[in-house]
């Protein structure tokens, strides 16, 4: 009867798993799919292409505009004490008003005007140069995110399967404990052991199944947390496989140093394009349309001009020259940054090249010790059998052999844990 209960229990655990199996690759490209940083960066380079389309149009095409004005000035004209209200005067010489040198009564505007900025190729090659380096920026920021996406969801998933570990170690246990128990029954029933031999034994099962609870939360848990990583809208139960993560060869030219390559050719081309509002500037505008000063010439007053107008900085307090400076602080700055960065990284390396090297000796040393104690384990089954072996020591000996498989399964998966790690900053 105790054995059949067993059964459903154990098998709750994979009646949900088996509905579907992912692996680790499904969740890194999720992942990368569903990031809104990685959204984010393919907007901004779509808004860079824009932007540059922007700036030619206003480097290079015409603009063209309509303005129009009007101006109302009425005066009080006093002719021999004769006070009179003219919206626009004839040329009175006593009145209270405006000067009429300066509004001449009024005025009727109404242009359309065309300019077209000329010689302006250098300010488009820059602002060329410009918007191509934001876009590398935008598409090296997507790789560091897509990296640091790879390294959190492996992360993730090793603590999942860290999980499904100890949950197959935990049923091991269960089902050696209900072969063990079948056995005992039997030989208490012959008088070979006592009861409490019995009842100290299904005690231990009670509190493997209890652990076994546990493992299965904890496997959810961090499943959830996975799928919310990867912004996986689903809460089932998923059995994943297992993920076959090894050290990757070491890459001489870090990518992490392209962020820094690209800031410094960014802070470049900001100032070739601050310099460039030194440059002289020269542009053709014309313009038509209506400028009266009485509305009874507005017929007449029809016409068109054009010209040239030049813009060419002489002096604004040296702000080319503190720009420059404020330019070679910010790059030497980025340069202390790399080079920092660069021996952070060697450092990071190095103290996990040690690590890995102190996990593998320990995992001999585990391998080693359960092998010992398999082979103890087949003469107790033996000494059991005959009534020779004590319960207490038989459960002692099964603690301390699924002490050691928890322990030497957590090496194994800090292990890939540990070269994960290292996968990431040898990049």
């Known amino acids: 009867m105790r054995k059949s209960v067993l059964i459903p229990v154990i098998g709750l655990f994979f009646t949900y798993s088996i509905q579907a199996q992912n692996n680790l690759d499904y969740y890194i490209n999720q992942a990368k799919q569903n990031s809104p940083l990685i959204f984010e960066n393919a907007n901004l380079n779509k808004i860079n292409d824009l932007e540059i389309q922007r700036i030619r149009a206003q480097y290079a095409k015409p603009q063209i505009g309509l303005t129009a004005n009007y101006l109302f000035a009425p005066i009080i004209s006093d002719n021999n004490n004769q006070l009179k209200f003219e919206a626009n005067s004839a040329g009175a010489s006593n009145y209270y008003g405006y000067d009429l040198g300066d509004t001449n009564g009024g005025q009727y505007q109404a242009f359309v005007s065309i300019t077209q900025p000329l010689f302006n190729a250098g300010k488009i090659a820059a602002a060329d140069e410009q918007i191509d380096i934001y876009k590398q920026i935008n598409q090296n920021n997507t790789k560091l995110t897509e990296h640091e996406i790879e390294k959190v ?3 993730q998933y090793i603590l999942c399967l860290q999980d499904n570990s100890q949950i197959r170690s935990i049923q091991e246990m269960l089902e050696l404990l209900t072969e063990q128990k079948a056995v005992l029954q039997k030989l208490v029933e012959n008088n070979i052991y006592k009861l409490s031999d019995y009842t100290l034994l299904n005690i231990e099962y009670q509190d493997y199944l209890s652990q076994l609870k546990s493992c299965e939360t904890s496997y959810l848990s961090h499943l959830l947390d996975l799928n919310i990583i990867c912004g996986i809208n689903d809460t089932a139960l998923v059995q994943l496989e297992k993920a076959d993560i090894s050290l990757k060869p070491g890459n001489p030219n870090s990518r992490f140093d392209e962020k820094f390559r690209l800031d410094s050719l ?42 040239f107008t030049f813009t060419y ?17 910010l790059k030497k700055t980025l340069a202390f940054q790399k080079n920092n960065f660069d ?14 090297q102190s996990l593998d000796q320990r ?14 384990l087949e003469i107790y089954k033996k000494e059991i059998q005959t009534g020779e072996l004590s319960i207490i020591n038989y459960l002692s000996v099964l603690k301390n052999i699924h002490q050691l498989k928890s322990e030497y399964n957590l090496l194994l998966f800090k292990k890939q844990a540990v070269i994960n790690t290292y996968n990431y900053w040898s990049w």
């Open 153 to 155: 969801v492996a992360d």
């Open 266 to 307: 960014n802070l470049v081309a900001q100032q070739k394009v601050f310099e460039l509002n030194y440059k002289p500037q020269l542009n053709l505008y014309a313009n038509t349309g209506l400028d009266a000063l009485i509305i009874s010439d507005i017929p007449q007053r029809f016409g068109f001009s054009a010209g």
């Open 313 to 329: 900085p002489l002096f604004d307090g040296n702000q080319k020259k503190i720009n420059k400076n404020k330019t070679t602080i």
């Open 343 to 356: 021996k952070q990284n060697l450092l990071q390396k190095t103290k996990i090249a040690d690590e890995l």
């Open 363 to 376: 995992i001999r040393i585990a391998e080693n010790q359960l092998n010992e104690y398999n082979s103890l």
